[in-house]
């Protein structure tokens, strides 16, 4: 008996690990297919990349003789007050176009702008205050719940900075009729990792099911004057500080989630009052 229920048990165990290692194959596949898709996906977009890059190199070149031609009004010919006004504003809106273009040109090309230590509220508080007039003016409140003593950061922090603000501006724009802006920090342990996460939540009526999947694709977009490149180019910023940018809807609340390896914490974040 004892040598049957040896034999049983060692049935058993052989059969588990026969399971083990299909699921682990089985993985192994899922994420191969995952990694198949990307690449191809990266390929489709690299000719359109090269070709944007293009196009943006001509228009700055217009944009700054456009500039120039603004300081020149200012400097030289003394415009009246209405004038002059009007003057500067074209002066402020080209500089505006310029750096929206650097950042698509930017990437474009792919590359590896300089990364910097810093901490995720710092960002949080810069862009919260900032978006705080817009979102006022649509009846929107802003709320912060940013955790103290989270770990230093790597990043690229403009371009970071830029993602959170175009997800934040992405979330009043789905309110326009008044509801809540959260910003939330927090920090999570992970296998190998402590992980620092931004959830950026608002109230609006949610992202249809049907449209999900396209959300992060560039040019995609269901507002009646917008670029399609907001959510793409955020995805693609926080990518490049070796980041996740993922999105989980429903009616009444969107929350995208940014998702940082906290590789480097020789200091912790200094506690500020709410």
Known sequence: ISNMSALKDG????????????????????NLD?????????NRIKPLANAAAAVVHDIRNSLGVISSTAQFVLNKLSPGEKERQAWELVTRNVE???NLLTGYLGMARQTEARRESCFLNDIVDRVSHFVD????????????DLARDLPELVLNIHAVETA???????AIDAMPDGGTLKFATRAEPARSEKRVMLDISDTGPGIPPEIMDKIFMPFFTTKGQGTGMGLYSAKAAVENSDGELACRSRPGETRMTLSFSALVSPRSSPDKPK
């Open 34 to 42: 995952l990694a198949s898709q990307e690449i191809n996906r990266i």
């Open 96 to 98: 505006s176009i310029k």
């Open 164 to 170: 959170v603000l175009n997800i934040a501006i992405n």
């Open 133 to 144: 007039a817009r979102a006022r003016k649509q009846g929107v409140k802003v709320e912060t």
């Open 11 to 30: 049935s058993m165990t052989e059969t588990n690990e026969k399971q083990d290692t299909q699921q682990e194959l089985d993985l192994l596949r899922r």
